[in-house]
Nanobody, 119 residues
């Protein structure tokens, strides 16, 4: 199985920056996709940014130009640099990975980390 350790997050004023990190470890054949999702109270959990096994990235429209995701393929770590934060970015952020376990794809979620942006 895969264990995810998230770090970063916290509280910041609007316009500020935060950085999230997620490290994956465990027994798996291949780490495919690694990314961040977020969920605000009363809302569904939505994709923020992902890095695919071929290195391509995807972003939610709401964060394009402000957030940047990077991946350390050797160590299975992703970072999410969040700039120009707004109160609308306030949410619990979850790391999600898709890994091949016993050659079958499985999704794993982190425990979540709170990001609070005050106006």
């Amino acid at each position: 199985q895969v264990q995810l350790v998230e770090s970063g997050g916290g509280s910041v004023q609007a316009g500020g920056s935060l950085r999230l990190s997620c490290a994956a470890s465990g027994r798996f054949n291949l780490m495919k996709t690694m990314g961040w999702y977020r969920q605000a109270p009363g809302n569904q959990r939505d994709l923020v940014a992902s890095v695919y096994i071929n290195g391509t990235t995807g972003y939610a429209d709401s964060v394009k130009g402000r957030f940047a995701i990077s991946r350390d393929f050797a160590n299975n770590i992703i970072d999410l640099q969040m700039n120009m934060l707004t109160p609308e970015d306030t949410a619990v952020y979850y790391c999600k990975v898709t890994a091949l376990v016993l050659l079958r794809p499985k999704d794993f979620w982190g425990q979540g980390t709170q990001v609070t942006v005050s106006s």
